[in-house]
């Protein structure tokens, strides 16, 4: 069964404190995986796209890494601002449905002053 | 160029009602999703369009939910009659391309009494 199990649930830090979430995957045939914020409230924005062939992709303090032999990806956030509070969704796309896409639980991420 | 547009943003209505929400995606998008979202189980995809046809509705619960797209720039999810467990945030997002990042709106908060 295709599943996309993230960790922690949830997760508190300081501000300007780093942080790193987890995906794990089991979603085959891949095709990528994105990962996605979502603020309270409001609908998911995409933060970073990977393909099989891309181990990094940045955008400002987010980073999202991705490991496709252990079926592992990160996103690792950078001196944390409150705004950063949110929930982070991970998301994996088959390489058979174009449409079609597994989403993880997501994490809730809470930074405090 | 504006994103993604749901209304209404929320609808409190009764049991058995009939229910309509409506999505206006973003100009130029081929592909077009509904989503159901709740505290237990997350973002569920419920129906994807691709040039506005329907291509996969495994995911909507039951005959009481229908979707149409009748052009590119419109969409509805209509459910008749509600029931209280169908109560949820239900996004629209478009996409150019199936596996690319989808461009969510912000929901519809829907809640049957």
């Known amino acids: 069964k295709n599943q996309v199990e993230q960790s922690p649930q949830s997760l508190i830090i300081l501000e300007g404190k780093n942080c790193t979430l987890q995906c794990n995957y089991t979603v085959s045939p891949f095709s990528n995986l994105r990962w996605y914020k979502q603020d309270t409230g409001r609908g998911p924005v995409s933060l970073t796209i990977?393909?099989?062939?891309?181990n990094t992709k940045s955008n400002g303090r987010y980073t999202a890494t991705l490991d496709a032999d252990t079926k592992q990806s990160s996103l690792h956030i950078t001196a944390s601002q409150l705004s950063d509070s949110a929930s982070y969704i991970c998301?994996?796309?088959?390489?058979?449905?174009?449409?079609?896409?597994?989403f993880g639980d997501g994490t809730t991420l809470t930074v405090k002053p | 160029d504006a994103g993604v547009i749901q209304s209404p943003r929320h609808e409190v209505t009764e049991m058995g009602q009939e229910v309509t929400l409506r999505c206006k995606p973003i100009?130029?998008?081929?592909?077009l999703f509904w989503y159901r979202q709740t505290m237990m189980r997350g973002l569920e995809l419920l129906i994807y369009f691709n040039n506005n046809v329907p291509i996969d509705d495994s995911g909507m619960p039951e005959d009481r939910f229908s979707a149409k797209m009748p052009n590119a720039s419109f969409s509805t999810l209509k459910i008749q009659p509600s029931e209280p467990r169908d109560s949820a945030v239900y996004f629209c997002?478009?996409?150019?391309?199936?596996?690319?990042?989808?461009?969510f709106g912000d929901g519809t908060r829907l809640s049957i009494l």
């Open positions: 997002a478009s996409s150019l391309g199936g596996r690319q990042p989808q461009h």
């Open positions: 998301v994996v796309s088959l390489n058979t449905n174009a449409g079609k896409s597994t």
């Open positions: 990977m393909t099989f062939s891309e």
């Open positions: 100009s130029g998008h081929d592909y």
